[in-house]
Structure formats: C-alpha cells, structure tokens
C-alpha cells in the first residue's frame, strides 16, 4: 500500500537525522515531526485500507447526506435527493446516499431541523452533507458539524439566512439568481402583456436579505418599464393558519385582487405553498403568472390543474410536455409559464453530484466551471448560466455563494430569451 512506502521513508530519514543530528538545530524537534508525519501517515493508511475493504465488499468508499424538506414543503427538492439514492443507492442498502428530512413547521422545531443535520455526521464514512432548502438553522447545524467532523463538505441550497452568516460556515451556498430575476420577472411579464405587478408575500420573507432585495429591484423595474407595482399580504404557511389556512387565504383572495387589478396583471408570490392556488386562479379567471419564486413544472401546475405526473417522474422532456398540453388545455398559453427544469429539484441532485466529484478529486468546490458542469449535468438542452454573489456593503463578490438561473418557458409560445437580457449595473446596487 501507498502508506507502507511513507512509512519507510519517514524511518530512513529518521535514521539518517540520528546519524547527523550534531549538524541540526535541535533533535528533539525533529523527532517531534517524525512522531507527527508518522501519525499523518497511519491516519492516511488506515482511510486507503477502509476504502480499499469498501471496495472489496461492493460499497462506497464513502457517503452523502441530503436534507430537504419534505412533500408539502418543497417537493421539488425531495425529488431531487431520490434522484440521487436511484442513482447512487441508499446507505441502508449498501449505497452511498442518506436522506433525511426537516419539519415542515421548521421555525418552531429548529432544534430538530439542527439535530437531523449534524446526526448526519455521526456516520464515520460520511464525507459531504447537502442540505436544501438551507433554513433557520443550517448555520448552527453546520458549525456543530465542523467541531466534530471538519473533513465533511458543507452545502446549501436556497439558504434562508443571509450570505455572510452561512458563508462563515458552508463551503458552498447556491441560491437562485433573485438579483438579476428582481429586473427580469418584470421584463418577461411585459413581454406577456402585463401593465400591473403584483406581488405576494408575508414579513418573514420580507426580511430577509436577498428576497427583500429582489422585491426593491421589482419595485424599480416596474416604475422604469412603465408598470404600475403592487404589494399584497398573505399569510405565512408556518405561522398559526398552517399550509392549508395560507392556501385557502390565496383560493378566497385571488378573484378579488383579478378583479381589481386586470386580467393584465401579473402575479408573484415568494413562498411555495402560495404558488398552486394562485396558479389554480389565474387559469380559471385570467392574469399572468410568469414563473414561480422557484421555478419548475411541478411547482403548483400538477396540484392546480389536476395533473397526473406519476407515469412520467423524472423525465422532464415528458413532464414539461404534459404540464403544458394542460395548461393550454385550460387557456394559460402564452400567458403562464416556468423553468424547464426544476431549480429545487436540480440543486439538490448537483450540489450532492458536486461533493462526490471533490471528494473523487475530479472538481473544485470553487470553481464555477464545476459547479455549472454539475448543474449542466441533469438538465439536458438547458444551460445554466451564474454569478458570484456581491456584498453591497463591501463591494466584494462572495465566492463561497453562487447565484444560478436559466431561461424562461412560456407554455404555448416557448423560450421566451430572458437569459440573453442583459441586466442595467443599477439593479444590481438596489437595497
């Protein structure tokens, strides 16, 4: 083995040192080292003899861990961890994959949401932890796992808490692209006919720093494009109404704001569970709906329109094509539309993709190239395009905290060429 060769190197020269030790500054130091590099050198044998025992016995040489959320909170991103285990195996199985889930309530349960991450490392064979979306609570997780196992790589998706607070313990945070959405919702929703914005969501969302950000850019945007922008509250889904009370908030409410803002009117809402009744409304009584705050084809379509996807999960040429024969269907074209691929379902699944490719070797967790390959990897057709996020305050970009995005899909009339817009320098520099 590799070892036994460093092995004997570390003792020749240790031997030879004895020999000169006159001509060195102090022998006890280098004896010191030798005890160290040995150490280093044992430690290292005993990983290549667990990985070459792995490899005997039919299994990974090491394991992943993913957290997402579960059905009724970010569906997408689930589907992307099982993605992952069809792929890959689960651990109870033999596999490399181990997928837990947080509570749906997670502000009021994050100590459990804390505890699934860092249970996570009590695995000796685990070497990358994914967790999707990166809720209150992440960076606590994250820190409590670089105590007790520093050599885990760190990940999040969509983190909930803002850059500077989650880049201090995660090796990579990706988050969609609000930045350049805040400018490009708007200019897609023209682009549709759209002469009023209107946009859902609660304080929780508000506060934090990258959706509130994105609401500003919209704000400007709208004024510069001639659009009249409007805010509306809803409820939160993990306040006291629950999933279902903010869901039918949005069922009761939809009609009267159509009704007094146009069949022209644009609506977004920042919160998942929001994005199916809302979608359910504007296909019966009109408005346009340009993409949901994390775009994919199963955000809201198959609960609002009532769309059977069972035969089609994971194959997303199928998926896309079915969503929109149902859309049309039910008079949406050209008027509603999405990402090709799901943002949740794709971060999940490339992020995990990454952490295997670092600890394999053949990527860097800083480089763009290898990340964008991961992403790439899962979406066939669609290319993704990224930007490292920037500190205002500082002026700095954090490469430890990517943006990603790709084009717009407008069911019936088809890319709608939003990735080749270039963003004006002043949306970037919003508050």
Known sequence: ?????????????????????????????????????????????????????????GEPAFHIGIVTGTVSQGEDDLRGAELMIERYGDTSKG??????????????????????????????????????????????????????????????GQPQEDPAVISAVADLSIYIDNISRGYLIPLGSKKLGADTFVHVSFPR????????RRRAIMEEACKDLGMKFVFETAPDPIGDVGVAGAQQYLLENMPTWIEKYGKN?????????????????????????????????????????????????????????????????AGGEGRMGTWAYSYGYTTSAALAELGKRVVEGTAKVGSMKDVLGCFN???????????????????????????????????????LGLADEEVPEKYFKIK
């Not at 969302?205 to 509130?212: R, V």
């Not at 379509?301 to 199928?318: F, R």
């Not at 943006?403 to 899909?409: A, E, F, H, I």
Request: with cysteine; proline share 4%.
């Open 205 to 212: 969302h508000m506060s934090l720093e990258l959706l509130g």
């Open 377 to 415: 990897e899962f979406c066939p057709g669609v290319k993704w395009g990224a930007n490292y996020y920037m500190d205002l305050g500082t002026g700095v970009r954090n490469k430890k905290f990517m943006l990603v995005r790709q084009d717009t899909y407008v069911f019936g009339k088809g890319a």
């Open 265 to 329: 009117a644009a609506f977004f809402c920042t919160n998942d569970a929001h994005t199916e009744p809302m979608i359910k409304r504007i296909a019966e009584l009109g408005g346009i709906f340009l993409e949901a705050s994390l775009p994919s084809p199963l955000m809201g379509y198959p609960g609002a329109l009532g769309i059977d996807l069972s035969k089609e999960k994971g194959d997303w040429a199928a998926i896309m094509k079915k969503v929109e024969a149902e859309v049309i269907k």
């Open 95 to 156: 596999g490399m994959i181990t997928h837990v889930t947080y509570p749906d309530n997670f502000t009021s349960e994050m100590e459990t949401t804390i505890s699934q991450i860092v249970g996570l490392a009590d695995d000796p064979k685990m070497k990358v932890i994914v967790v999707n979306q990166g809720i209150p609570g992440t960076s606590e997780g994250f820190r409590r796992v670089r105590e007790k196992r520093p050599d885990i790589l760190l990940f999040t």
């Open 1 to 57: 083995m590799k070892f036994k060769s460093v092995l004997l190197a570390l003792l020749a020269c240790a031997l030879c040192a004895g020999m000169a030790a006159a001509a060195l500054p102090s022998a006890a130091d280098l004896k010191d080292a030798a005890k160290d590099a040995i150490k280093d050198a044992v430690k290292e044998g005993v990983k290549e003899a667990l990985a070459e025992e792995s490899k005997k016995a």
